[in-house]
Protein backbone atom coordinates (compact mmCIF):
# COMPACT_ATOMS: atom_id res chain seq x y z
CA UNK A 1 0.00 0.00 0.00
CA UNK A 2 1.22 3.60 -0.79
CA UNK A 3 2.29 5.32 2.05
CA UNK A 4 1.85 9.33 1.92
CA UNK A 5 3.15 11.17 4.71
CA UNK A 6 1.35 13.57 6.55
CA UNK A 7 1.06 17.37 6.05
CA UNK A 8 2.06 19.64 8.41
CA UNK A 9 -0.24 22.82 7.23
CA UNK A 10 -2.92 22.31 4.68
CA UNK A 11 -5.88 20.84 4.30
CA UNK A 12 -6.93 17.07 4.14
CA UNK A 13 -10.19 16.18 1.66
CA UNK A 14 -11.51 13.10 2.87
CA UNK A 15 -14.28 10.66 2.00
CA UNK A 16 -14.69 11.98 -1.17
CA UNK A 17 -16.68 9.65 -3.08
CA UNK A 18 -14.85 6.85 -4.95
CA UNK A 19 -14.25 8.16 -8.77
CA UNK A 20 -14.69 12.42 -7.66
CA UNK A 21 -11.43 12.93 -6.95
CA UNK A 22 -10.19 13.66 -10.20
CA UNK A 23 -12.85 15.99 -11.11
CA UNK A 24 -12.72 17.96 -7.35
CA UNK A 25 -8.36 17.98 -8.03
CA UNK A 26 -8.98 20.09 -10.80
CA UNK A 27 -11.92 22.12 -10.09
CA UNK A 28 -10.02 23.51 -7.00
CA UNK A 29 -7.43 24.03 -9.62
CA UNK A 30 -4.97 22.24 -7.56
CA UNK A 31 -2.94 21.16 -10.64
CA UNK A 32 -2.22 24.77 -10.31
CA UNK A 33 -0.64 25.48 -6.86
CA UNK A 34 3.25 24.88 -6.40
CA UNK A 35 2.56 23.46 -3.59
CA UNK A 36 2.63 19.52 -2.84
CA UNK A 37 -0.87 18.18 -3.68
CA UNK A 38 -1.71 14.51 -3.52
CA UNK A 39 -4.70 12.76 -5.06
CA UNK A 40 -5.44 9.22 -3.89
CA UNK A 41 -7.80 7.33 -5.61
CA UNK A 42 -9.47 3.77 -4.52
CA UNK A 43 -8.68 4.23 -1.04
CA UNK A 44 -9.84 1.17 1.29
CA UNK A 45 -11.86 2.35 3.67
CA UNK A 46 -14.18 1.13 6.87
CA UNK A 47 -16.85 3.24 5.85
CA UNK A 48 -17.40 3.70 1.95
CA UNK A 49 -15.73 0.52 0.65
CA UNK A 50 -13.43 3.11 -1.60
CA UNK A 51 -13.01 6.24 -1.71
CA UNK A 52 -10.60 9.25 -2.40
CA UNK A 53 -8.67 11.29 -0.87
CA UNK A 54 -6.70 14.35 -1.53
CA UNK A 55 -3.54 16.38 0.55
CA UNK A 56 -3.02 19.79 0.21
CA UNK A 57 0.32 21.16 1.63
CA UNK A 58 -0.54 24.85 1.69
CA UNK A 59 -1.90 28.25 4.16
CA UNK A 60 -3.20 29.58 1.32
CA UNK A 61 -6.73 29.73 1.38
CA UNK A 62 -8.34 27.65 -1.45
CA UNK A 63 -12.01 28.18 -2.59
CA UNK A 64 -13.98 25.12 -1.26
CA UNK A 65 -17.44 26.41 -2.14
CA UNK A 66 -17.44 24.03 -5.65
CA UNK A 67 -16.71 20.78 -2.67
CA UNK A 68 -20.31 20.74 -2.11
CA UNK A 69 -21.70 20.75 -5.23
CA UNK A 70 -19.42 18.08 -6.49
CA UNK A 71 -19.44 16.29 -3.45
CA UNK A 72 -21.78 17.17 -0.54
CA UNK A 73 -20.11 14.71 1.45
CA UNK A 74 -16.96 14.89 2.02
CA UNK A 75 -15.20 16.00 5.48
CA UNK A 76 -12.65 19.02 4.95
CA UNK A 77 -9.84 18.40 7.77
CA UNK A 78 -7.95 21.67 8.32
CA UNK A 79 -4.09 20.75 9.59
CA UNK A 80 -2.00 23.68 11.27
CA UNK A 81 0.87 22.61 12.84
CA UNK A 82 0.43 18.79 12.18
CA UNK A 83 -2.88 18.77 14.58
CA UNK A 84 -6.02 18.35 12.89
CA UNK A 85 -7.12 21.71 13.70
CA UNK A 86 -11.21 21.66 12.64
CA UNK A 87 -13.32 19.18 10.71
CA UNK A 88 -16.15 19.97 8.34
CA UNK A 89 -18.98 18.82 6.52
CA UNK A 90 -19.97 20.53 3.83
CA UNK A 91 -23.26 22.01 2.61
CA UNK A 92 -24.54 22.76 -0.88
CA UNK A 93 -23.75 25.90 -1.44
CA UNK A 94 -26.90 29.07 -1.86
CA UNK A 95 -25.39 30.05 -5.20
CA UNK A 96 -23.21 28.55 -7.55
CA UNK A 97 -21.09 30.83 -10.30
CA UNK A 98 -20.18 29.09 -13.22
CA UNK A 99 -19.85 25.59 -13.12
CA UNK A 100 -22.89 24.51 -13.62
CA UNK A 101 -24.83 24.60 -17.13
CA UNK A 102 -28.11 25.75 -18.04
CA UNK A 103 -29.63 23.04 -20.46
CA UNK A 104 -32.67 25.44 -21.51
CA UNK A 105 -32.42 25.93 -24.99
CA UNK A 106 -34.33 29.11 -25.10
CA UNK A 107 -32.14 30.34 -22.21
CA UNK A 108 -30.22 33.71 -23.50
CA UNK A 109 -27.12 32.04 -22.15
CA UNK A 110 -27.39 29.50 -25.13
CA UNK A 111 -27.01 32.03 -27.70
CA UNK A 112 -25.22 35.31 -26.07
CA UNK A 113 -21.83 35.00 -24.83
CA UNK A 114 -22.26 35.39 -21.10
CA UNK A 115 -18.59 34.83 -19.32
CA UNK A 116 -20.48 33.11 -16.11
CA UNK A 117 -23.83 32.43 -15.74
CA UNK A 118 -24.85 31.81 -11.74
CA UNK A 119 -27.29 29.26 -10.09
CA UNK A 120 -29.17 29.30 -7.35
CA UNK A 121 -30.02 26.23 -4.99
CA UNK A 122 -33.37 25.19 -6.12
CA UNK A 123 -33.93 22.23 -3.83
CA UNK A 124 -31.91 20.98 -0.70
CA UNK A 125 -33.05 17.33 -1.14
CA UNK A 126 -32.49 17.24 -4.75
CA UNK A 127 -29.22 19.07 -5.15
CA UNK A 128 -30.63 21.01 -7.71
CA UNK A 129 -29.69 24.69 -8.97
CA UNK A 130 -32.21 27.16 -11.01
CA UNK A 131 -30.32 29.23 -13.85
CA UNK A 132 -30.30 33.07 -12.92
CA UNK A 133 -31.69 33.72 -16.77
CA UNK A 134 -34.48 31.25 -17.15
CA UNK A 135 -34.61 30.04 -13.88
CA UNK A 136 -34.69 26.49 -15.62
CA UNK A 137 -33.47 23.96 -13.29
CA UNK A 138 -30.37 21.86 -13.21
CA UNK A 139 -27.49 19.63 -11.37
CA UNK A 140 -23.98 18.91 -11.72
CA UNK B 1 -31.57 52.50 -10.04
CA UNK B 2 -34.14 49.37 -10.16
CA UNK B 3 -35.24 47.60 -12.62
CA UNK B 4 -38.18 45.32 -13.07
CA UNK B 5 -37.24 42.17 -14.43
CA UNK B 6 -39.61 39.40 -12.39
CA UNK B 7 -43.15 40.04 -10.48
CA UNK B 8 -41.83 39.42 -7.40
CA UNK B 9 -39.09 41.71 -7.77
CA UNK B 10 -41.34 44.05 -5.74
CA UNK B 11 -42.21 43.80 -2.00
CA UNK B 12 -45.65 43.93 -0.85
CA UNK B 13 -45.07 47.89 0.61
CA UNK B 14 -43.80 48.81 -2.92
CA UNK B 15 -46.59 47.18 -4.72
CA UNK B 16 -49.72 49.33 -2.73
CA UNK B 17 -47.37 52.39 -3.16
CA UNK B 18 -47.10 51.72 -7.23
CA UNK B 19 -50.76 51.03 -7.23
CA UNK B 20 -51.44 53.92 -5.13
CA UNK B 21 -49.77 56.27 -7.53
CA UNK B 22 -51.16 54.54 -10.77
CA UNK B 23 -54.65 55.14 -9.50
CA UNK B 24 -53.55 59.04 -8.62
CA UNK B 25 -52.40 59.46 -12.00
CA UNK B 26 -55.36 57.61 -13.22
CA UNK B 27 -57.77 60.38 -11.26
CA UNK B 28 -55.07 63.52 -12.14
CA UNK B 29 -54.01 62.74 -15.60
CA UNK B 30 -53.78 66.23 -16.56
CA UNK B 31 -51.24 66.89 -13.89
CA UNK B 32 -48.88 64.28 -15.16
CA UNK B 33 -48.68 65.35 -18.39
CA UNK B 34 -45.03 66.66 -18.10
CA UNK B 35 -43.59 64.52 -15.35
CA UNK B 36 -41.42 62.88 -18.35
CA UNK B 37 -40.82 65.94 -19.91
CA UNK B 38 -36.93 65.37 -21.82
CA UNK B 39 -36.57 61.65 -20.98
CA UNK B 40 -36.78 59.33 -23.28
CA UNK B 41 -38.19 55.82 -23.33
CA UNK B 42 -36.36 52.95 -25.06
CA UNK B 43 -38.97 50.13 -26.28
CA UNK B 44 -36.95 47.54 -27.75
CA UNK B 45 -39.05 44.81 -29.33
CA UNK B 46 -37.19 41.73 -30.62
CA UNK B 47 -40.72 39.99 -30.54
CA UNK B 48 -43.94 41.47 -32.33
CA UNK B 49 -46.63 42.57 -29.51
CA UNK B 50 -49.07 44.99 -30.30
CA UNK B 51 -50.64 45.82 -26.64
CA UNK B 52 -47.84 45.73 -24.61
CA UNK B 53 -45.88 47.74 -26.70
CA UNK B 54 -48.38 50.32 -27.27
CA UNK B 55 -49.86 50.24 -23.62
CA UNK B 56 -46.33 51.50 -22.47
CA UNK B 57 -45.69 53.50 -25.75
CA UNK B 58 -48.83 55.79 -24.79
CA UNK B 59 -47.60 55.63 -21.03
CA UNK B 60 -45.04 57.46 -21.63
CA UNK B 61 -46.75 59.65 -24.17
CA UNK B 62 -48.69 60.61 -21.56
CA UNK B 63 -46.04 61.75 -19.25
CA UNK B 64 -44.97 63.77 -21.74
CA UNK B 65 -41.39 61.53 -22.77
CA UNK B 66 -40.69 60.93 -25.86
CA UNK B 67 -39.67 56.93 -27.02
CA UNK B 68 -37.65 55.42 -29.32
CA UNK B 69 -37.06 51.90 -30.61
CA UNK B 70 -37.85 49.11 -33.03
CA UNK B 71 -40.57 46.31 -33.08
CA UNK B 72 -39.33 44.48 -35.61
CA UNK B 73 -35.34 43.30 -34.63
CA UNK B 74 -34.72 42.32 -38.41
CA UNK B 75 -34.25 46.05 -38.80
CA UNK B 76 -31.69 46.45 -35.97
CA UNK B 77 -27.50 45.79 -35.96
CA UNK B 78 -28.83 42.51 -34.08
CA UNK B 79 -28.87 41.39 -37.17
CA UNK B 80 -25.07 42.22 -37.64
CA UNK B 81 -25.01 40.21 -34.48
CA UNK B 82 -24.50 42.99 -32.22
CA UNK B 83 -24.38 41.12 -28.44
CA UNK B 84 -27.06 42.17 -26.54
CA UNK B 85 -25.23 43.21 -24.15
CA UNK B 86 -23.76 45.84 -26.42
CA UNK B 87 -26.98 46.77 -27.11
CA UNK B 88 -27.83 47.61 -23.66
CA UNK B 89 -24.78 49.76 -23.02
CA UNK B 90 -25.56 51.68 -26.34
CA UNK B 91 -28.85 51.87 -25.75
CA UNK B 92 -28.52 53.55 -21.93
CA UNK B 93 -26.06 56.36 -23.06
CA UNK B 94 -29.19 57.31 -25.39
CA UNK B 95 -32.22 56.93 -23.59
CA UNK B 96 -33.23 57.54 -19.82
CA UNK B 97 -35.13 54.30 -19.42
CA UNK B 98 -35.37 50.87 -21.28
CA UNK B 99 -38.38 47.97 -22.28
CA UNK B 100 -37.73 45.57 -24.08
CA UNK B 101 -39.61 42.18 -25.16
CA UNK B 102 -37.61 38.99 -26.45
CA UNK B 103 -38.03 35.04 -27.26
CA UNK B 104 -34.61 34.62 -25.37
CA UNK B 105 -35.93 33.68 -21.88
CA UNK B 106 -33.67 36.09 -19.75
CA UNK B 107 -32.72 38.70 -22.03
CA UNK B 108 -33.96 41.45 -19.83
CA UNK B 109 -31.78 40.38 -16.91
CA UNK B 110 -29.16 40.42 -19.13
CA UNK B 111 -29.45 43.84 -20.81
CA UNK B 112 -30.29 45.45 -17.25
CA UNK B 113 -26.55 43.96 -16.09
CA UNK B 114 -25.13 45.97 -18.91
CA UNK B 115 -27.72 48.86 -18.61
CA UNK B 116 -26.99 52.28 -17.13
CA UNK B 117 -30.72 52.71 -16.57
CA UNK B 118 -33.59 50.85 -15.41
CA UNK B 119 -34.73 48.08 -17.73
CA UNK B 120 -38.53 46.89 -17.25
CA UNK B 121 -39.26 43.09 -18.74
CA UNK B 122 -42.30 43.29 -21.41
CA UNK B 123 -42.15 39.62 -21.62
CA UNK B 124 -38.90 37.20 -22.06
CA UNK B 125 -40.57 33.81 -23.84
CA UNK B 126 -42.68 31.83 -21.90
CA UNK B 127 -40.80 33.00 -18.57
CA UNK B 128 -42.05 36.20 -17.61
CA UNK B 129 -44.03 39.30 -18.09
CA UNK B 130 -44.01 41.30 -14.63
CA UNK B 131 -46.15 43.96 -16.38
CA UNK B 132 -48.87 42.24 -17.50
CA UNK B 133 -48.77 40.62 -13.46
CA UNK B 134 -48.98 44.40 -12.53
CA UNK B 135 -52.18 45.06 -14.99
CA UNK B 136 -53.91 42.04 -13.28
CA UNK B 137 -52.95 43.01 -9.87
CA UNK B 138 -54.07 46.75 -10.21
CA UNK B 139 -57.59 45.38 -11.31
CA UNK B 140 -57.74 43.38 -8.48
CA UNK B 141 -56.86 46.49 -6.36
CA UNK B 142 -59.15 48.50 -8.50
CA UNK B 143 -62.22 46.60 -7.87
CA UNK B 144 -61.69 44.44 -5.41
CA UNK B 145 -59.65 47.25 -3.02
CA UNK B 146 -57.43 44.12 -1.62
CA UNK B 147 -55.38 41.01 -2.34
CA UNK B 148 -56.25 38.95 0.73
CA UNK B 149 -59.15 36.30 1.64
CA UNK B 150 -60.42 36.59 -2.43
CA UNK B 151 -61.31 33.39 -4.04
CA UNK B 152 -59.88 33.59 -7.61
CA UNK B 153 -61.11 31.34 -10.40
CA UNK B 154 -58.25 30.48 -13.15
CA UNK B 155 -60.00 28.84 -16.09
CA UNK B 156 -58.57 27.19 -19.56
CA UNK B 157 -55.23 26.36 -20.27
CA UNK B 158 -53.53 26.86 -17.00
CA UNK B 159 -50.24 24.25 -17.82
CA UNK B 160 -48.79 26.66 -20.68
CA UNK B 161 -50.39 29.84 -19.66
CA UNK B 162 -47.50 32.18 -18.29
CA UNK B 163 -50.12 35.04 -17.73
CA UNK B 164 -51.57 33.04 -14.35
CA UNK B 165 -48.36 30.84 -13.22
CA UNK B 166 -47.03 34.39 -12.22
CA UNK B 167 -50.55 36.22 -11.34
CA UNK B 168 -50.85 33.06 -8.86
CA UNK B 169 -47.05 33.45 -7.32
CA UNK B 170 -47.64 37.04 -6.91
CA UNK B 171 -51.08 36.62 -5.14
CA UNK B 172 -50.23 34.03 -2.94
CA UNK B 173 -47.91 36.18 -1.41
CA UNK B 174 -51.14 37.35 0.58
CA UNK B 175 -53.07 35.86 2.96
CA UNK B 176 -56.32 33.97 2.75
CA UNK B 177 -56.47 33.18 -0.78
CA UNK B 178 -58.53 30.47 -2.04
CA UNK B 179 -57.96 29.53 -5.73
CA UNK B 180 -59.67 27.27 -8.19
CA UNK B 181 -58.07 25.89 -11.16
CA UNK B 182 -60.82 25.24 -13.88
CA UNK B 183 -58.65 23.30 -16.63
CA UNK B 184 -59.21 20.16 -19.06
CA UNK B 185 -56.83 17.71 -16.88
CA UNK B 186 -54.17 18.00 -19.61
CA UNK B 187 -54.16 21.57 -18.94
CA UNK B 188 -54.00 21.58 -15.39
CA UNK B 189 -51.99 24.11 -12.81
CA UNK B 190 -48.49 22.77 -12.58
CA UNK B 191 -47.46 21.13 -8.84
CA UNK B 192 -44.66 22.64 -8.77
CA UNK B 193 -45.92 25.96 -8.82
CA UNK B 194 -48.48 25.09 -6.26
CA UNK B 195 -46.05 23.85 -4.04
CA UNK B 196 -44.21 27.08 -3.84
CA UNK B 197 -47.38 28.97 -2.81
CA UNK B 198 -46.89 30.68 0.58
CA UNK B 199 -49.61 31.67 2.89
CA UNK B 200 -51.35 28.77 3.19
CA UNK B 201 -53.58 29.39 -0.18
CA UNK B 202 -56.09 26.94 -0.60
CA UNK B 203 -56.35 25.40 -3.57
CA UNK B 204 -58.78 23.04 -5.05
CA UNK B 205 -59.11 21.46 -9.25
CA UNK B 206 -62.00 21.26 -11.37
CA UNK B 207 -62.89 20.11 -14.38
CA UNK B 208 -65.91 22.51 -14.85
CA UNK B 209 -66.88 25.76 -15.20
CA UNK B 210 -70.04 25.49 -14.62
CA UNK B 211 -70.09 23.83 -11.19
CA UNK B 212 -67.50 26.14 -9.30
CA UNK B 213 -68.72 29.36 -11.46
CA UNK B 214 -70.19 30.11 -8.04
CA UNK B 215 -68.04 30.00 -5.42
CA UNK B 216 -65.65 32.88 -7.56
CA UNK B 217 -64.89 36.80 -6.76
CA UNK B 218 -62.71 37.05 -9.76
CA UNK B 219 -62.70 34.59 -12.45
CA UNK B 220 -59.64 35.20 -14.96
CA UNK B 221 -60.21 33.85 -18.20
CA UNK B 222 -57.27 32.61 -20.99
CA UNK B 223 -56.90 31.20 -24.25
CA UNK B 224 -57.71 27.54 -24.57
CA UNK B 225 -55.47 26.76 -27.97
CA UNK B 226 -56.07 24.12 -30.26
CA UNK B 227 -52.91 22.82 -30.82
CA UNK B 228 -52.76 22.12 -27.23
CA UNK B 229 -55.00 19.03 -27.31
CA UNK B 230 -53.81 15.77 -28.22
CA UNK B 231 -56.84 15.19 -30.76
CA UNK B 232 -59.39 17.19 -32.56
CA UNK B 233 -62.08 15.09 -30.56
CA UNK B 234 -61.03 15.91 -27.38
CA UNK B 235 -60.88 19.38 -28.32
CA UNK B 236 -64.23 19.42 -29.43
CA UNK B 237 -65.39 17.60 -26.45
CA UNK B 238 -63.91 19.54 -23.71
CA UNK B 239 -63.87 23.47 -25.29
CA UNK B 240 -67.14 24.10 -24.22
CA UNK B 241 -66.49 23.31 -21.05
CA UNK B 242 -64.46 26.38 -20.73
CA UNK B 243 -66.37 28.80 -22.49
CA UNK B 244 -68.35 31.95 -20.46
CA UNK B 245 -71.36 32.79 -21.87
CA UNK B 246 -74.28 34.74 -20.69
CA UNK B 247 -75.97 31.82 -19.20
CA UNK B 248 -72.57 30.74 -16.81
CA UNK B 249 -73.09 34.19 -15.85
CA UNK B 250 -75.84 33.91 -14.26
CA UNK B 251 -74.55 31.49 -11.93
CA UNK B 252 -72.05 33.99 -10.72
CA UNK B 253 -72.00 35.90 -7.71
CA UNK B 254 -73.40 39.47 -8.41
CA UNK B 255 -70.10 41.00 -8.06
CA UNK B 256 -67.52 39.01 -9.85
CA UNK B 257 -65.24 40.28 -12.05
CA UNK B 258 -64.68 38.76 -14.80
CA UNK B 259 -60.53 39.12 -16.55
CA UNK B 260 -58.71 38.09 -19.16
CA UNK B 261 -54.94 39.34 -20.31
CA UNK B 262 -56.63 39.27 -24.09
CA UNK B 263 -56.11 38.54 -27.14
CA UNK B 264 -59.64 36.18 -26.73
CA UNK B 265 -60.46 33.54 -29.14
CA UNK B 266 -64.28 31.71 -28.49
CA UNK B 267 -63.39 30.71 -24.54
CA UNK B 268 -65.09 34.52 -23.84
CA UNK B 269 -68.07 35.09 -25.64
CA UNK B 270 -68.72 38.70 -26.42
CA UNK B 271 -72.28 39.20 -25.23
CA UNK B 272 -70.30 39.10 -22.03
CA UNK B 273 -68.99 42.22 -22.52
CA UNK B 274 -72.27 44.20 -21.76
CA UNK B 275 -72.11 42.53 -18.25
CA UNK B 276 -70.55 44.82 -15.92
CA UNK B 277 -68.86 42.63 -14.51
CA UNK B 278 -67.01 42.37 -17.33
CA UNK B 279 -63.43 43.77 -16.46
CA UNK B 280 -61.04 42.84 -19.10
CA UNK B 281 -61.20 45.79 -20.97
CA UNK B 282 -60.86 48.07 -17.86
CA UNK B 283 -57.89 45.31 -17.35
CA UNK B 284 -56.18 46.35 -20.27
CA UNK B 285 -56.87 50.35 -19.54
CA UNK B 286 -55.22 50.07 -16.03
CA UNK B 287 -52.20 48.62 -17.42
CA UNK B 288 -51.03 51.35 -19.02
CA UNK B 289 -51.93 53.81 -15.80
CA UNK B 290 -49.81 50.67 -13.95
CA UNK B 291 -46.72 51.47 -16.36
CA UNK B 292 -47.09 55.54 -15.83
CA UNK B 293 -47.06 54.48 -12.78
CA UNK B 294 -44.43 52.21 -12.71
CA UNK B 295 -42.25 54.71 -15.49
CA UNK B 296 -42.18 56.86 -12.28
CA UNK B 297 -41.03 54.92 -9.61
CA UNK B 298 -38.24 53.08 -11.68
CA UNK B 299 -36.96 56.63 -11.91
CA UNK B 300 -37.11 58.18 -8.99
CA UNK B 301 -37.78 54.81 -6.76
CA UNK B 302 -36.62 56.47 -3.20
CA UNK B 303 -39.09 59.66 -3.56
CA UNK B 304 -41.25 59.44 -0.43
CA UNK B 305 -44.18 61.09 -1.73
CA UNK B 306 -46.71 60.34 -4.29
CA UNK B 307 -45.47 63.58 -6.30
CA UNK B 308 -47.53 64.50 -9.26
CA UNK B 309 -43.53 65.27 -10.84
CA UNK B 310 -40.87 64.06 -10.79
Known amino acids: MIKVAEIKDGIVIDHICEGKGYKIFSQLGLDKLDCVAVLLRNVTSVKMGKKDLIKVETLEKIDLTVLGLIDPGVTINYIVDSKNIKKEKLQLPAKVDGILECKNPRCVCATEKIDIVSFNLADKEKGTYSCEFCGSITSL | MRHLIQPTDFSLDELDSLFALAEIIMNNKMDFIEACKGKIMASLFFEPSTRTKFSFDAAMLRLGGGVIGFSDPSTTSAQKGESLADTARMIASYADIIVTRSPREGAPLLMAKNSTVPVINAGDGVHHHPTQTLADMMTIKHLKNRFSNLVFGFCGDLKFGR ?4 LFEALSRYEGNRFVFISPSELMFPEH ?21 NQLDILYMTRVQKERFVSEEEYLRLKDFFILDERKMAMAKKDMAVMHPLPRTN ?35 NEASEGKSI
Open chain 2, 163 to 166: TVHS
Open chain 2, 193 to 213: LIAGAQNGSQVSHSVSLEGSI
Open chain 2, 267 to 301: ELSTEVDSDPRSAYFLQAELGMYVRMALILKLFEW
